[in-house]
């Protein structure tokens, strides 16, 4: 399974962005999609997650500004960021928690996408 982050930048303060990840592999049912992220000097952090009933769980530090989406035909998840702060600065990372061919439940990892926030 391999999963293709796009969508990370520049921005200042109060700007927005969009992020998507595309899954695509050997893929026998999504359960879930997300997005972490991790700072300079810090752990990876949990920022939104959305399930295949499309519930959503988002972090407290971005709740009223980030909206977690997907289009379950295209394998694809999308984070649409507003009001971006210098402390989202951070590497984004697309998670994806999907049933191998065993349908035993495996999470997988995009590469990272760099998001800077600063003016």
């Known amino acids: 399974v391999q999963l293709q982050a796009s969508g990370g930048g520049l921005v200042q303060p109060g700007g927005s962005l969009r992020l998507s990840c595309a899954a695509s592999g050997s893929i026998f049912g999504i359960n879930s999609m997300g997005w972490y992220r991790q700072a300079p000097g810090k752990q990876r952090e949990l920022v939104a997650t959305i399930t295949r009933g499309s519930s959503t769980n988002y972090a407290d530090s971005v709740k009223g500004r980030f909206t977690i989406s997907s289009d379950s035909a295209k394998k694809t998840v999308f984070l649409q960021m507003n009001s971006l702060k210098p402390e989202d600065t951070a590497v984004y990372y697309c998670?994806?928690?999907?049933?191998?061919?065993?349908?035993?439940?495996?999470?997988?990892w995009g590469q990272g996408t760099l998001v800077t926030v600063s003016s």
């Open positions: 998670n994806c928690n999907a049933n191998d061919f065993r349908h035993i439940p495996t999470s997988y």
